[in-house]
């Protein structure tokens, strides 16, 4: 039995079936058709219905599914994503802003208050010295 060339499929062929009737997602570079399976999906019919029309593997991969999963979804394959459709993942890089440190103004804070309260002290001191000197 010789084995056919696998179809090739771009994402947005893939995304054309997302719904209950006609699902399809792609999971590690492989397209399956689910549509059989939603009913029996131990996780809901969501789950799968919501991974329509992107790469699905990184959902798959984090819920941590069985050996038994894994090759009961042989039987819903129906070829692969052509790689160039999917988009690149894009790490998500803040915005550059000036760091704020909250410790550095309290330290400022602290630098002037000890450089005026000796001074409050010294001018108070030496009022009452005066104050006093001339009673």
């Known amino acids: 039995m010789g084995e056919k060339e696998a179809k090739i499929f771009t994402l947005s ?59 009961m979804m042989e039987q819903y394959y129906v070829g692969e994503i052509d790689p160039t459709t999917i988009p690149k993942k894009t790490k998500y ?3 550059k802003q000036p760091h704020y440190n909250q410790d550095k103004t ?14 409050a002290i010294l001018g108070l001191a030496v009022g009452i010295r005066i104050y006093t000197k001339s009673a």
């Open 13 to 71: 062929e893939v995304s054309e079936h997302n719904h209950a009737h006609d699902c399809w997602i792609v999971i590690n570079a492989k397209v399956y058709n689910v549509t059989k399976f939603l009913e029996d999906h131990p996780g809901g019919d969501e789950v799968l219905l919501s991974s329509t029309g992107k790469d699905a593997t990184d959902d798959f991969e984090d819920v941590g599914h069985s050996e038994s999963a894994r090759e």
């Open 106 to 119: 309290s330290e400022f804070i602290i630098k002037i208050l000890q450089f005026l309260v000796p001074l």
């Open 93 to 95: 890089t803040p915005p």
